[in-house]
């Protein structure tokens, strides 16, 4: 069973750079995606960007061509680099990974991480 585990928050200025951290413990099958969600103050939480398991991205309209998301070899990181960052994008991110269940390859889990706070001051 994969855990998630995110890291990397902070407070920075609109404008600035961040890149979120999201690291995987243990052992799946497979893993089919990776996805950042972010939960602004007092609105639903959103999807951001997502890696699958065979190399695709996805951005969510808002953030297309300021962040990026990318993974190690080896699928114990995954990042999330945020440039370019405004007041807007200020909320709690958290990492999201589906998997296969390695003793039941029918059967795909799921994993959230506790969020990390991204403030963008303007």
């Known amino acids: 069973q994969v855990e998630v585990a995110e890291s990397g928050g902070g407070l920075v200025q609109a404008g600035g750079s961040l890149t979120l951290s999201c690291v995987l413990s243990g052992t799946a099958a497979s893993i089919n995606v990776v996805s950042w969600y972010r939960q602004p103050p007092k609105k639903g939480r959103e999807l951001v960007a997502s890696l699958s398991g065979d190399g695709l991205t996805n951005y969510t309209e808002s953030v297309e061509g300021r962040f990026t998301i990318s993974r190690d070899n080896a699928w114990k990181t995954v990042n999330l680099q945020m440039n370019n960052l405004k007041p807007e994008d200020t909320a709690v991110y958290y990492c999201?990974?589906?998997?296969?269940?390695?003793?039941?390859?029918?059967?795909?889990?799921?994993?959230w991480g506790q969020g990390t706070l991204v403030t963008v001051s303007s």
């Open positions: 999201y990974a589906e998997t296969v269940y390695l003793a039941d390859l029918a059967h795909t889990l799921e994993a």
